[in-house]
């Protein structure tokens, strides 16, 4: 006690030395402290920046998507928009259709359809000759009919063609010069070879799925298999073109003549 009360100044004097080197210190950290505080929001928006440059190239990515979007296959092997259809044969057996193939029907035949004008007899000063128009769309000229023509002064003309002239002696001609009423072209008719020209087609179709044979069809017939109907549109020589009924298709059928 008697220490203290000699030297009480030096005491408290220690004891402020040493709480204000505490100040000092805990100063120093709280400086150091807030000066890391500062470097760290100084280069926080460096980060903002790359986030958000980030963000506008994804959507970039997606706006081109919906500008440039993936097409989709309809077609192909998978059955979800092409279902396989499976057909019985007349024997009993399956046959898987694939929906690829455009029909499973076979062009047979083309048929000539022909503008025909033959002679037929001679009676007295009068010619009988036999008019066919295989491609007519009139029934009465689809089957063989029977036209007279004379030598003037008589009756040198009828619908189909006008008598030009003979060959040979009028009792017993060998040859007829005759013009085609309706293309004016002129053609020799003997008692043999007739006057012939080809003026459209017609088809032998099959469909062997079904057992089916269509004979002779033209343009504007129907033919019906595998549950759907098929106009026949157009026949040239070597095809024929039909229309779906169910979907408004058109199919070209190709025909390849038996060597």
Do not use: C
Not at 42 to 68: Q, R
Not at 169 to 174: A, L
Not at 203 to 209: F, I, S, V, W
Not at 237 to 242: D, H
């Amino acid at each position: 006690m008697e220490f203290l009360k000699k030297h009480y100044e030096k005491v408290i004097l220690a004891i402020v030395l040493v709480a204000f080197l505490g100040g000092s210190v805990a100063l120093v950290l709280q400086l150091q402290k807030s000066q890391e505080e500062a470097t760290s929001a100084v280069t926080a928006p460096a980060k903002k920046k790359a986030a958000a440059t980030n963000e506008v190239s994804s959507l970039d990515a997606a706006l081109d998507s919906v500008k440039n979007p993936k097409k989709i296959v309809l077609s192909g092997e998978h059955n979800l928009f092409n279902p396989v259809i499976w057909k019985k044969k007349p024997n009993g057996t399956l046959v898987k259709l694939d929906s690829d193939e455009k029909l499973q029907v076979k062009l047979v035949k083309i048929n000539y359809l022909r503008y025909i004008i033959s002679f037929e007899k001679q009676i007295g000063n009068s010619y009988y000759f036999s008019v066919t128009r295989e491609a007519s769309t009139k029934p009465a000229e689809l089957k063989k009919q029977t036209k007279y023509v004379s030598l003037p002064p008589g009756n040198a003309k009828n619908e189909y063609f006008t008598l030009l002239s003979i060959q040979g002696p009028p009792e017993d001609p060998t040859g007829f010069q005759i013009e085609v009423a309706d293309t004016k072209e002129k053609a020799m008719v003997t008692k043999t070879t007739p006057f012939s020209r080809v003026e459209g087609y017609s088809a032998d179709l099959r469909y062997d799925l079904e057992n089916k044979n269509f004979t002779g069809k033209r343009v504007g017939d129907v033919i019906s298999f595998n549950e759907d109907d098929y106009k026949v549109i157009a026949i040239t020589e070597n095809e024929v073109r039909v229309l779906a009924n169910s979907n408004q298709k058109q199919t070209t059928l190709k025909y390849t003549a038996p060597k």
